[in-house]
């Protein structure tokens, strides 16, 4: 069994600033990993995701994350953020060998960006 | 437009009253789940289904009951809802499993009482 551990419950950073959202993972398998934002009273939707290959992966609004394997680490990092970036964020894994099975999240990270 | 439709989007109700909240997709997907977000936990999963007629339990399925009789529909259903299930609830669906990542619909806020 997978689980998730994101370091930081809430980040406070100014508007153009850069901001890193911490994701440690635990488990015995190879994983899949994935970075969720939630916007205020709406669903959550997917910034970027990990499969194989690079380890450095590049989403969307300018977000990227790098998988590190050796600290089964998935830290989320922005150069500049906006206001609009205020947001929970959800780290995920589940196991690469069983893409139907269990996607484990997060408690979250509730970034808030003032200016 | 492409999207999960979850219906009510806030619900109040009394301990023991059976209610459903619907769960719709668009996009023809396989895979489709239901979450509880608390805070403090994240996102729990409740239960989830791979097919039509195929449903399996997740993290917490203790007092929920679903179904999938079309690809499109995954209903949730509380038997007899208890305070402990207030919840925000997402209804989430993917072309086929966790790779391909989740489109969510926007959450029923329950409050039981």
């Known amino acids: 069994a997978q689980s998730v551990t994101q370091l930081d419950s809430q980040v406070p950073v100014f508007e153009e600033a850069p901001v890193e959202l911490r994701c440690n993972y635990s488990?015995?398998?190879?994983?899949?990993l994935f970075w969720y934002v939630q916007y205020p009273n709406q669903g959550l939707q997917l910034l970027l995701k990990?499969?194989?290959?690079?380890?450095l992966v590049k989403g969307i609004n300018g977000f990227e994350a790098e998988f590190n394997k050796s600290q089964t680490s998935f830290h989320l990092r922005k150069p500049s953020v906006h206001i609009s970036d205020t947001a929970e964020y959800f780290c995920?894994?589940?196991?690469?060998?069983?893409?139907?099975?269990?996607?484990?999240f997060g408690a979250g990270t509730q970034v808030v960006v003032t200016p | 437009e492409a999207q999960v439709t979850q219906n009510p989007r806030y619900l109040i109700t009394v301990t023991g009253k059976k209610l459903t909240v619907t769960c719709s997709q668009n996009?023809?997907?396989?895979?489709m789940s239901w979450y509880r977000q608390d805070p403090g936990l994240g996102l729990r999963q409740i239960y989830y289904?791979?097919?039509?007629?195929?449903?399996d339990k997740g993290d917490v399925p203790e007092g929920y009951k679903v179904s999938r009789k079309e690809k499109r529909n995954f209903p949730l259903i509380l038997e007899s809802p208890s305070p402990n299930q207030t919840s925000l609830y997402f209804c989430?669906?993917?072309?086929?499993?966790?790779?391909?990542?989740?489109?969510f619909g926007s959450g029923t806020r329950l409050t039981v009482v």
């Open positions: 488990s015995s398998v190879s994983v899949y």
């Open positions: 990990y499969l194989s290959g690079s380890t």
């Open positions: 289904s791979m097919n039509v007629e195929v449903t």
């Open positions: 989430a669906s993917s072309p086929h499993g966790n790779d391909y990542g989740y489109t």
């Open positions: 996009m023809n997907h396989e895979y």
């Open positions: 995920a894994v589940s196991d690469r060998g069983d893409s139907w099975g269990k996607l484990q």
